[in-house]
């Protein structure tokens, strides 16, 4: 089994920065395409950011080149950098790990975009 921890979710004003981090305990962890999620009040989850063992990116496209995911398989790490926040990214932001046909998801993090 896999345990995903996501940290750094804290509230910003608008424009602000926040780098959010998800570790990992897992075994093949470089093997796994990686990803950030995010779930508003009475939405669907929605994807962010992913990134594929190969390191090859893709994002949601409210992200605008705001928004950078990185990993380090060396330490199982996956950390999503996000910069210019605006008051619709609030919501809780979850780690996700996919392989093999098995999802694993974080218990998530929360970010809150307001004045």
């Known amino acids: 089994q896999a345990r995903l921890v996501e940290s750094g979710g804290a509230l910003v004003q608008p424009g602000g920065s926040l780098r959010l981090s998800c570790a990992a305990d897992?075994?093949?962890?470089?093997?796994?395409?990686m990803a950030w999620y995010r779930q508003v009040l009475g939405k669907e989850r929605e994807l962010v950011a992913a990134i594929t063992s190969n390191g090859e990116k893709n994002y949601g496209e409210f992200v605008k080149g705001r928004f950078t995911i990185s990993r380090d398989n060396d330490k199982n790490l996956v950390d999503l950098q996000m910069t210019g926040l605006r008051a619709d990214d609030t919501g809780v932001y979850y780690c996700f790990a996919g392989g093999w046909g098995v999802d694993h998801w974080g218990q998530g993090t929360q970010v809150i975009v307001s004045s």
């Open positions: 897992m075994i093949f962890f470089s093997i796994y395409r």
